[in-house]
């Protein structure tokens, strides 16, 4: 069965031409799926009969498998999705005045160890297929479009399962249902922003990531400007090259720390793509890229390096690179040995860029009371629910 979240546009024309169906059907198919957010192929009433039976016949359109979904007091959403083995992956709502974000994961897991990253900590799983990644802004959409109708079977069965349930978080009344978000449109899809910050590294999953991101921006799919689609990475060089080269959307780089000395340390990745090489990447990622800045993210660690020093490195650092930088106060986990610099001091190291004429922010922290802020989002299936995924992996494995 060939689930077509897995197909890009060209991959969809190409996968119906070799089924003898012209391009413009792959258009509707596209429409119905990535705008309408629809999986039964009997709805998509301007298909002809034919079609759409050999359709069903092998393929279909199949969502992520939701283990748990929470919302924080602020309207943040959190989706804890299925990745098989035992496995789970994140993806976070993060509603705003004037936009919806949805961060989205691109790995079960990440291989490159970055020692303040809860997600590094886990180790590699596995790389997220085209679909699951794309599923997660799917099952987004059509979960808030769904709810922003309170009449809506699945808003009704929604709140009648949190007050069953009795969880407290979710049996809250959510911004979205009482008071839909101003920018979505009657059936428009509440997502207007994508950010590939959740678990993994997207260029190292770039033969999946890359078609997912062609469906983000593509018109007849999720239809956004490429600078509204952000991808995080941790600064693999040659990857930011091909990006450049076939999707350039907008780029975010995990500074963290301004020499190689200490980068080393707290990205790894470091010791292969040093400093002045990822600078020299992001110059010339700028020369093609939607956006005429990068954005460098940089997490406040307590006397690792958030010191006037470091700032100043920070400044020699980033001079001939048009960016913004986003500070990020460290989200504490347990082990990490980590704490997360003081207030006062976020906010001196942030006006000391500042003074240097750098564009510097200091990034809200939101959904803390569901661990959904960056570098939480480890997947972690509570102990419940992680017996009952060993039960059913046992019994698979057993047949
Ligand atoms: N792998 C990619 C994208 C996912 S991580 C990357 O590293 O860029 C998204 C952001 O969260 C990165 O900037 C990452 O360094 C940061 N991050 C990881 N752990 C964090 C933590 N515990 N507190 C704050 N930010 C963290
Ligand atoms: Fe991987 Fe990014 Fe975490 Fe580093 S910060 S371990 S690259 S997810």
Redesign the pocket.
Known sequence: MKNLLDLDPAALTQWLAERGQKPFRARQLLRWVHQRFESDFASMTDLAGGFRTSLAGEAAVVGPTVIRDTTAADGTRKWLLDAGGGNAVEAVYIPETDRGTLCISSQAG?A?D?A????GRQGFNRNLTTGEIVGQLWHANRMLLADGDPTSPAAQSRRAHSALSGDSAAAKPRASLDHPAPWVEAGHAPITNVV???????LANFENVVPALRLFLDDNAYGLSRRRVTL???GLVPWIDRLRDECPVAL???L?APTDELRDRLVPINRKHPLATLMAACVRYIERAPRDFVTF?Y?MLDGVNDQPVHARALIDLVRDVPCKLNL??????AG?GFTTSPRERIRAFAATLQDAGLVATVRKTRGDDIDA????LAGQVHDRTRRRLATRIHVSAAR
């Open positions: 990440c490159l970055c303040f990253c809860s997600t590939m910050m959740g678990m993994g590294e997207p995080s990475t941790s975010a780089v995990s963290h993210e997490v990020i106060p460290f989200n504490p986990f990490s802020a960056c570098g939480q």
